[in-house]
């Protein structure tokens, strides 16, 4: 869940004191997923880019680790919380144990948020790096998949850090961000955060 009176109580940026944000590479169209392609195109944090009162840290904790293209790897036995803990593992598809290269690459993208000072991180969801509100719960391409509440290994050693984390599809929150960044931005109240869809509610019996 995020934190929407933190976003309230953000500065208005400008030009020459931006609001530094930290941002998942492939959100901001940089092509480093497992595939070689930018996991999608998400219009929500695109628009991020196009205001001058933002400085935009694009990191991709995978590649850092592992390289592109690579495999894809999943969480199992608990969230990126317990993977820090050492009571879960990182493993890929095919069985290849990442979990000592995503903890790795979990510090790097806590040092490069601490160096620059976010103030908001942006990240994409249901990754097992990034994912901040839902991630699977073991392999995603099992016959029976599962998603789980709960960060990837990168978010929760953010979250973990005092850095505040949204998602691509927090749009509820994104809205009030962009009304930080742009003075001109009316908030579109109808918008819902990713844990508010139906889908979401029905699937964790959140209701
Ligand atoms: S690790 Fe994060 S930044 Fe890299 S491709 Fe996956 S979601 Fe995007």
Redesign the pocket.
């Known amino acids: 869940m995020t934190d929407r009176e933190y976003l309230r109580g953000l500065r208005a940026p400008t030009k020459e004191n931006p609001f530094r944000i930290l941002m ?4 901001a169209g ?1 092509t ?3 595939d070689g392609t930018a ?1 999608g195109t998400y219009p929500s944090a695109l628009k991020i880019l196009r205001y001058d009162s933002v400085k935009v840290t694009k ?5 850092f680790s592992f390289g592109t293209p690579r495999e894809m790897c999943d969480i199992h036995g608990g969230t990126g919380y317990d993977v820090l803990d050492g009571k879960a593992t990182v493993l890929t598809e095919t069985g290849k144990d990442w979990t000592n290269g995503m903890i790795k ?1 979990s510090k790097r993208m806590l040092e490069i948020a601490q160096k620059e000072e976010v103030e908001i991180t942006v ?2 969801d249901i ?5 901040s509100q839902i991630i699977y719960e073991g392999n995603r391409f099992s016959e029976n998949k599962i998603y789980q509440i709960g960060a990837g290994v ?1 978010a929760a050693q953010l979250i973990r850090n005092g850095i505040k984390v949204i998602s691509q599809r927090d749009y509820a929150s994104l809205e009030i961000l962009y009304s930080k960044i742009d003075r001109q931005h009316r908030i579109d109240e109808t918008k819902i955060d990713h844990h508010e869809i139906d889908w979401y509610k029905e699937y964790f019996k959140t209701n």
């Open positions: 998942s590479a492939c959100l940089i480093c997923g497992f996991n990191f991709c904790p995978e590649e690459a990240l994409m990754s097992a790096a990034c994912g990168c």
